[in-house]
Nanobody, 121 residues
Framework: QVQLVESGGGLVQTGGSLRLSCAPS????????MGWFRQAPGKERDFVAA??????YYADSVKGRFTISTDNAKNTMYLQMNNLQSDDTAVYYC????????????????WGQGTQVTVSS
């Protein structure tokens, strides 16, 4: 059983930056796709980004502002978020192990508990 431990959420002003981290416990190395979804109050859970080895995928709304990466030495995935806007306010969920349907929540086997990101003006 894989457990995903997220960290790095918080409160930031418009235009600021945050870096989210996600570490899968019980694994010696990341050997499957990982990604991020987010859910704002009253809205559906939306795809943000995914990474599979050297391939990365992004939602149009975050392209050019967010960067997903992994550090296999630390067994950790990151989401660097720059130029944050109020629309980025949401609970961000780390996900792992997908058969390829990256953009759909049912396409992922494991989910973290979520970390709150709030962007204030």
């Amino acid at each position: 059983q894989v457990q995903l431990v997220e960290s790095g959420g918080g409160l930031v002003q418009t235009g600021g930056s945050l870096r989210l981290s996600c570490a899968p416990s019980g694994l010696a190395t990341i050997n499957f796709p990982m990604g991020w979804f987010r859910q704002a109050p009253g809205k559906e859970r939306d795809f943000v980004a995914a990474i599979n080895w050297s391939s990365t995928y992004y939602a149009d709304s975050v392209k050019g502002r967010f960067t997903i990466s992994t550090d296999n030495a630390k067994n950790t995935m990151y989401l660097q978020m720059n130029n944050l806007q109020s629309d980025d306010t949401a609970v961000y969920y780390c996900v792992a192990d997908s058969g390829g349907a990256y953009y759909s929540p049912p396409g992922w086997a494991y989910w973290g508990q979520g970390t709150q990101v709030t962007v204030s003006s």
